[in-house]
């Protein structure tokens, strides 16, 4: 453990990371998807450009977490299914920005309707207006938290959070 680091902030961040997970898998239960169904590398990088806007492949990659090379095929399906549109930099002719096209974002919308329809139900039917409201706050720190920059060497692991999400 760092200096950084209580047991309280472990506790918590465990305790999260499962809420986190347990409610990522539903979502994915809950949004299947019709016509061509999205895989979750395509999903998510249509999200990160609806998000963020155009991007070019490096910082992409930077955000999945994975080297650009390994997006590339990820890439090449969404620009062969029009979902997205690559094009030189203006500013830099050796680099290219990738953005979402509409047939992108519809894609997307179809493809998170069904877990949102869900989730929308569920918030209303299991918390009161004031938690919904509390959530609507920590939807807000929780992209914060998701936008920190990586640290490494965290410190110790232990078993329990050895569970990913």
């Given at each position: 453990?760092?200096?950084?680091?209580?047991?309280?902030?472990?506790?918590l961040a465990e305790s999260l990371r499962w809420a986190v997970s347990r409610l990522a898998s539903r979502l994915r239960a809950e949004q299947p998807g019709a016509g061509r169904p999205l895989t979750r590398p395509a999903a998510s990088v249509l999200g990160n450009l609806r998000h963020s806007g155009p991007l070019n492949p490096s910082e992409l990659a930077a955000i999945e977490g994975l080297q650009t090379q390994s997006l590339t095929r990820v890439l090449n399906e969404l620009e062969d299914q029009g979902r997205i549109h690559r094009a030189r930099s203006e500013v830099d002719a050796r680099r290219q920005n990738v953005q979402i096209t509409e047939a992108g974002r519809e894609a997307l919308r179809e493809h998170v309707r069904d877990g949102n329809v869900w989730l929308a139900a569920a918030l209303r039917q299991t918390l009161s207006p004031a938690e919904?409201?509390?959530l609507r706050l920590a939807a807000g720190l929780l992209d914060q938290v998701a936008a920190a920059e990586k640290h490494r060497g965290a410190g110790p692991r232990t078993g329990e959070d050895a569970c990913s999400g």
């Amino acid at each position: 453990m760092t200096k950084d680091q209580v047991p309280e902030d472990l506790v918590l961040a465990e305790s999260l990371r499962w809420a986190v997970s347990r409610l990522a898998s539903r979502l994915r239960a809950e949004q299947p998807g019709a016509g061509r169904p999205l895989t979750r590398p395509a999903a998510s990088v249509l999200g990160n450009l609806r998000h963020s806007g155009p991007l070019n492949p490096s910082e992409l990659a930077a955000i999945e977490g994975l080297q650009t090379q390994s997006l590339t095929r990820v890439l090449n399906e969404l620009e062969d299914q029009g979902r997205i549109h690559r094009a030189r930099s203006e500013v830099d002719a050796r680099r290219q920005n990738v953005q979402i096209t509409e047939a992108g974002r519809e894609a997307l919308r179809e493809h998170v309707r069904d877990g949102n329809v869900w989730l929308a139900a569920a918030l209303r039917q299991t918390l009161s207006p004031a938690e919904r409201g509390m959530l609507r706050l920590a939807a807000g720190l929780l992209d914060q938290v998701a936008a920190a920059e990586k640290h490494r060497g965290a410190g110790p692991r232990t078993g329990e959070d050895a569970c990913s999400g």
